[in-house]
């Protein structure tokens, strides 16, 4: 099971304006920056994020039911910040895999110790 959907109000609303800023730049994070589904904003969401083959694996730490994963999906992409560098990606598609077999070795633990199947594969848009 994902971690709690309160945890996830108190990370939006405490933890994400602190460490926010710096999720650009630390390894195994970066920004996503989409598009609201209804109000067509712009929004920032810090995420653990990994390269893969062609693109980025980004860990589902609340489940794929959560707004930022609605968006990208619905616009079919977003962009992230990571390493200090903005990428273009497409083509979002949720994976659940209890195995986390995608991941670095380390991380799987870490995710398998929180119960996350569950993430978003991003391809590197031309």
Known sequence: MPLPRSLAKF????????LGPLAAWLPGFGVLAHTGRRSGS???????VFRS?????????YG???DWVRNVLAAGGCELRT??????LASP???????RSAFPQ???GIL???SVADHLRLEAAS
């Open 112 to 114: 398998g110790l929180l």
């Open 83 to 88: 390493g200090g560098r903005w990428h273009r």
């Open 42 to 48: 712009r929004y920032l969401t810090p995420v653990n």
């Open 64 to 66: 794929p039911q959560s």
């Open 11 to 18: 990370n939006r609303r405490v933890t994400n304006r602190v």
């Open 93 to 99: 598609r949720l994976v659940h895999d209890e195995t």
């Open 53 to 61: 083959r062609g693109g980025y694996l980004v860990a589902l730490t």
């Open 106 to 108: 380390p991380v799987r």
